[in-house]
């Protein structure tokens, strides 16, 4: 069965890919968003509750089943090695879902993964297409403190510095769109999507 192209879309916090992903969404195409479905999946997929379970203890959980965020984000908050264990047992059912999904959409030309940590869980590879959205630092820190005023802006560089950074990031993508204010985002994704249409 003809599968359709798979294309990953990634970029650090406030560089505006869910933004771009939206356009997407616009002209027809699915987009698999990883890190809201990752949040679905620690409530809804019983082997990955089970897991978190047994790894991070029963007080991961409310009593109503709903994920205790505060405990789960205090263990693993400043502490690389959880925060890495925790991944590494999300990642996987992230992944079965999402090929899942990308067969629920077989019909499609191309479809789109969404995921900040495409390049660190190692679901590039998996991919056919990815595309990073560029933004310069201080446009990135300004978009996060208006759309999340409680962080801090020392917060937000702190996060900016422990991601992977856009020319790492430009180096192993196909294609880059730069949202950085000084040109238009839609016709870079118009292009992107002519591409993709015609299987290039």
């Known amino acids: 069965m003809k599968r359709p192209l798979q294309v990953g879309i990634t970029g650090g916090i406030g560089s505006g890919k869910s933004m771009v992903c939206r356009i997407f969404q616009c002209l027809g195409i699915s987009v698999y968003d990883a890190d809201s479905r990752a949040k679905s999946l620690m409530t809804t997929d019983g082997i990955l509750i089970s897991q978190i379970r047994k790894v991070f203890g029963d007080l991961s959980y409310h009593a109503d089943g709903s994920l205790n965020r505060k405990y789960l984000g205090e263990s693993v908050f400043n502490n690389p090695e959880q925060l890495q264990t925790l991944n590494k047992l999300v990642h996987p059912r992230v992944g079965e879902d999402y090929r899942q999904w990308v067969e629920e959409n077989g019909r499609e030309t191309y479809v789109i993964k969404e995921a900040a940590l ?75 999507h002519q591409q993709f249409l015609s299987g290039n």
């Open 118 to 192: 495409l390049f660190e869980a190692g679901s590039a590879k998996a991919l056919d297409k990815i595309i990073v959205v560029c933004a310069p630092e201080d446009v990135k820190v300004s978009r996060v403190l208006k759309r999340d005023p409680h962080r801090s802006e020392a917060d937000v560089r702190a996060i900016i510095q422990n991601q992977m950074p856009d020319e790492e990031k430009r180096k192993r993508a196909n294609y880059v769109i730069f949202n950085d204010d000084s040109q238009l985002v839609i016709p870079q994704v118009l292009s992107l």
